[in-house]
């Protein structure tokens, strides 16, 4: 299947700090990527959708300022986490749309753990 | 609104096959989806179904598709500790591309 390449993997950060994290599809476009939101033993919660050269979609309750995305190409999508305080430390994962094909396949990278102390 | 249901764990003892389930709301879901996920990890596609298909069969996976009672469920024949991760059932949201996840169904897996 496609490749979808998220980086970092992990991050440690002092509270106050911004942290970006970078999302890639390698072998295909897309045109729409998604950030994902994971706690411990939990479902995946969708955070927003990515859209390439336009403003990105926030899902209700997950504050725009907070989480800046920017989808600046057809393989890139970054998430920047402003000012980041011990309750943003989480599981953040991405995911790519790759419209090629059937089945409407979302391919998602391997996860940036981020730890805010 | 929609919704996806599954049960959250599951045990079984290597060799023996694993039937995972999940129910759906959204009846005009056009593709459910299989994700496996290992710690520390992310999301692995293991396969998907259209809406218009019964059943789908891969190498040691079955997916059986009840449209009318909304009801997926994933069949692991021959399981074996690699096989041990949470399973999470996925549906394509009707108003847009998001994917709907259920909680996940942890997998474990005993020799």
């Known amino acids: 299947g496609a490749v979808v390449s998220q980086h970092p993997s992990r991050v440690i950060c002092k509270s106050g700090t911004s942290v970006k994290i970078e999302c890639r599809s390698l072998d295909f476009q897309a045109t729409t990527m998604f950030w994902y939101r994971q706690f411990p033993k939990q479902s995946l919660m969708l955070m927003a959708t990515s859209n390439e050269g336009s403003k990105a979609t926030y899902e209700q309750g997950v504050e725009k300022d907070k989480f800046l995305i920017n989808h600046a190409s057809l393989t890139l999508s970054t998430l920047t986490v402003t000012s980041a305080h011990p309750e943003d430390s989480s599981f953040y994962i991405c995911?790519?749309?790759?419209?090629?094909?059937?089945?409407?396949?979302?391919?998602f990278g391997a996860g940036t753990r981020l730890s805010v102390l | 609104g929609e919704d996806v249901e599954q049960s959250l764990f599951l045990s079984v003892r290597e060799g023996d096959s694993s039937v995972i389930n999940c129910t759906y709301t959204?009846?005009?879901?056009?593709?459910l989806y299989w994700y496996k996920q290992e710690p520390g990890a992310g999301l692995q596609l293991l396969t998907y179904i259209f809406s218009n298909m019964d059943m789908k069969q891969d190498q040691r996976l079955t997916v059986l598709l009840n449209k009318k009672d909304k009801h997926l469920s994933l069949r692991i024949a021959d399981t074996q500790t690699g096989d041990s991760a949470i399973y999470f059932c996925a549906e394509k949201a009707q108003a847009g591309t998001a994917l709907i996840f259920g909680k996940g169904t942890t997998l474990s897996v005993s020799s």
């Open positions: 995911s790519a749309r790759d419209l090629t094909g059937t089945g409407n396949i979302q391919y």
């Open positions: 959204d009846s005009s879901s056009t593709y």
